[in-house]
């Protein structure tokens, strides 16, 4: 079996561990399991730490268990949270569950044909079962107030003066018993998280010490930041999730493009699959020419093939280099038209009707009345720019103003308009 302690250690993605864990995996096959809040319909790129992690515990032979917390996800967890979350209903909480698991298939191995397959539980499958009284007479009895108090989580929002519900001051006991199921049930010996997640965790084994009489072992990544200090996965717009409707496989593409050379030496470790001499060679090559932004392409095309596939990331690619690059009016025509808008998002646009459009004969006669003066003030502006090599149509640059107008609608709806080299219009015709 590969070592997978070694594995995150040189990818940057060991934190803590608790002691003989190395000695656990090493003597064979080991389940660890790692959770999933449900609180959306899809996970974001926050995610993507422990779901890497999962995927590397997979990869040297072990079984991933990825627990979905249908249960905690009812409560919330207080980690590093300054106030209580809005509950969610069973059946929000459900759907939500389906869409995860889909996504995480993207990376794990679920197929029963595996010696070592993925495994999705929910705990609300055991916990459903738990009268409040049982639980706090089978389960509470074996934690002590003065143990939950002294968690990190738990004294920083009594510290923060914005006080701690019952109903969060719990989430670490229900985390813990799941733990201990798993352990008894399903001989999981191991559970997974990221660092803000270590008090929770050293609950569980803390629990089947108590309860079971048996050892179990914790640990945990990093949480993942940026150089500037601002907060990973987070744009302008919001979170970069993985879910297409969400944020569009373009978008997803160029948020990995545009990471700093910094973030990306780090990135690459952490959420590709590459080995460590391929990465070495290929940061070796990006300090020879850092314009090129050879680590940023590499992490962009291997994680977005992973979460979109191979057609998506081929029009992400396209996308790219039609706004960035030298294309073709081809290569334009074949965007599909969420891709081709995604592209163009926010450049100025303006609607033309069909018999408009119909009723031009030059170049020129686009940037009249037709375009309603959407690119130029007037054609005498127009003509000029056209003439100077300016003005390119769909990607094809015209010359002559007085020329036959040619151009064909994209997706059998679009004129895209290029003035200079970084001004782009859209004529949309209906």
């Not at 990306?264 to 060679?281: C, M, P, V």
């Not at 103003?401 to 994209?410: E, T």
Request: glycine share 8%; proline share 2%; hydrophobic share 35%.
């Amino acid at each position: 079996m590969n070592s997978f302690i070694e594995e995150l250690k040189w990818r940057g993605m060991l934190q803590d561990m608790t002691p003989g864990i190395e000695d656990q995996l090493s003597s064979g096959m080991t389940s660890a399991y790692l959770g999933f809040d449900p609180t959306a319909d899809s996970l974001h790129i926050g995610h993507l730490v422990g779901v890497m992690t999962l995927l590397h515990f997979q990869r040297a032979g072990h079984r991933p268990y990825a627990l979905v917390g249908g249960a905690t996800g009812m409560i919330g967890d207080p980690s590093f949270k300054s106030a209580e979350r809005n509950l969610l209903s069973k059946e929000t909480l459900d759907h939500n569950i389906e869409c995860i698991k889909a996504q995480l298939a993207k990376f794990l191995d679920f197929s029963a044909e595996a010696k070592n397959h993925a495994v999705l539980v929910n705990n609300y499958d055991w916990m459903s079962e738990f009268s409040f009284l049982d639980f706090i007479r089978e389960v509470g009895k074996h934690i002590t107030v003065n143990y939950m108090m002294g968690k990190d989580s738990v004294k920083r929002r009594l510290e923060d003066g914005n006080g701690l519900s019952f109903t969060e001051f719990s989430y670490q006991l229900i985390q813990g018993y799941d733990f201990y199921h798993l352990w008894k049930n399903e001989n999981c010996s191991v559970q997974l998280g990221g660092s803000d997640q270590w008090g929770n965790i050293v609950t569980g084994t803390e629990l089947i010490r108590r309860m079971g009489g048996g050892s179990a072992y914790a640990l945990t990544v990093p949480l993942i930041t940026k150089a500037d200090g601002s907060k990973f996965g987070k744009t302008e717009s919001g979170s970069v999730w993985l879910d297409p409707e969400k944020t569009s496989p373009y978008a997803f593409y160029q948020f990995w493009l545009n990471v700093s050379d910094e973030d990306a030496s780090k990135y690459i470790r952490i959420f590709t699959t590459l080995d460590q001499e391929t990465i070495l060679d290929l940061e070796s090559k990006h300090a020879e020419a850092p314009h090129l932004r050879i680590l940023q392409k590499q992490i962009a095309e291997s994680i977005t093939k992973m979460v979109h596939g191979d057609q998506e990331l081929a029009m992400a690619v396209k996308a790219s280099q039609i706004l960035f690059g030298k294309s073709s009016t081809e290569e334009l025509a074949s965007l599909d038209e969420r891709t081709f808008l995604q592209v163009f998002e926010g450049v100025p646009q303006a609607k033309v009707s069909k018999s408009d459009f119909e009723s031009i004969n030059t170049n020129l006669d686009l940037f009249g009345e037709v375009s309603q003066g959407l690119v130029f003030s007037s054609k005498g502006e127009a003509r000029k720019m056209i003439q100077g090599g300016g003005v390119s149509i769909n990607k094809t640059k015209i010359q002559d103003p007085n020329a036959d107008f040619k151009a064909d609608l994209l997706q059998e709806k679009y004129i895209l308009i290029q003035k200079g080299k970084k001004n782009y219009f859209i004529l949309e015709v209906n």
